[in-house]
């Protein structure tokens, strides 16, 4: 049996993305009975971080702990990969001591050069293209609040962005209509919009994007690595915040989700982050927790 990667969520099958969320809820319950099974018992996760992170680096460590593994945070600033080891070199070395790899990047190319080198599952925490372990949290969020998302409406408004991204390749494979509302030049790529075809649809209007929506999503102007655009972006942007007014086009029973960090009162409302009857973050930061549990389990069950 081969390795099983998850570089994009395109790397399952749609039957084996629910299977994910569905283990996902299951073992959410059982932590929150104090049942976590200790599946991952003399099992090691190495993480690699060469951008910051709260959720990600808090949720994949807590998570193999509650398993009964244990999970390695590594840096560039404190590895070789920041003294300029080859990347498939360091994939093929970690990948012989640990039995799974999170890492979060810049190039895409970077977590597919070491997916190809490395012996055990790579998980993609982040890169510049795509956060797809976030979209697993994102869709487990929506069916716990509001059962399937299968031809439901999801507004995405902002920059076209990583999250934008995989918010596409979720649309492609859960079935549902995604509206982006970005500034002009902020599009998504493409070649993945020309490969979703009329399922997701290209606006300049958050208004018009939100109409209707049962969701409705946005993330930072700026994102890890484009600091020095922050101002321009800022202007570039200023049409596009999430707040009540917006959301008065959006479906009655809409919920907003947010991958967090948000910065309140440019991309969302800080009244509208602090709505529970609309806002969801919380939870759907949580099921990060839950949801990369569950991956974990499926991708070394699936690779051995
Ligand atoms: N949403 C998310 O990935 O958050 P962090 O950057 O804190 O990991
Ligand atoms: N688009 C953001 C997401 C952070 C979780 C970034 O890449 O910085």
Redesign the pocket.
């Known amino acids: 049996m081969s390795v099983r990667h998850f570089l994009t969520l395109r790397d399952l099958s749609v039957a084996e993305l629910h299977d994910v969320i569905d283990l996902s809820i299951k073992m959410k319950a059982a932590h929150y009975a104090g049942r976590d099974e200790q599946v991952m018992a003399g099992k090691v996760l190495a993480m690699i971080f060469e951008?910051a992170s709260t959720?990600?680096r808090v949720s994949f460590e807590a998570g193999m702990a509650q398993l009964g593994g244990h999970a390695i945070f590594l840096s560039p600033n404190d590895t070789q990969l920041g003294r300029g080891e080859p990347v498939e070199d360091s994939a093929r070395v970690i990948s012989r001591m640990v039995d799974v790899v999170m890492i979060r990047t810049f190039g895409h190319d970077q977590i597919v050069r070491f997916a190809e080198n490395s012996k055990v599952p790579v998980i993609n925490g982040?890169t510049?293209d795509y956060?797809p372990c976030?979209l697993l949290a994102d869709i487990q969020t929506f069916i716990e609040h509001r059962g399937s998302i299968k031809g439901k409406t999801v507004a995405w408004v902002g920059?076209g962005?990583?999250?934008c991204q995989s918010w596409i390749n979720a649309a492609m494979l859960f079935d549902f209509r995604l509206n982006i509302a970005c500034p002009k030049g902020y599009e998504p790529s493409s070649a993945l919009l020309a490969e979703a075809g009329d399922r997701v649809r290209l606006t300049h209007s958050p208004a018009e994007a939100v109409k209707g929506a049962h969701l409705v999503t946005t993330?930072?102007y700026a994102?890890?690595?484009q600091e020095q655009e922050e101002e321009v972006r800022l202007k570039h942007f200023s049409d596009y915040q999430v707040n009540h007014g917006l959301l008065s086009h959006a479906a009655d029973d809409v919920i907003f989700l947010h991958?967090?960090?948000a910065h309140r009162d440019e991309e969302v409302s800080a009244a509208l982050l602090e709505d529970d009857a609309i806002s969801k973050v919380w939870d759907e930061a949580e099921n990060r927790l839950h949801v990369q549990k569950a991956l974990m389990v499926f991708l070394m069950r699936e690779s051995q």
């Open positions: 951008k959720r990600t982040l510049d956060h976030q920059d962005n990583n999250v993330d930072v994102s890890m690595g991958c967090l960090p």
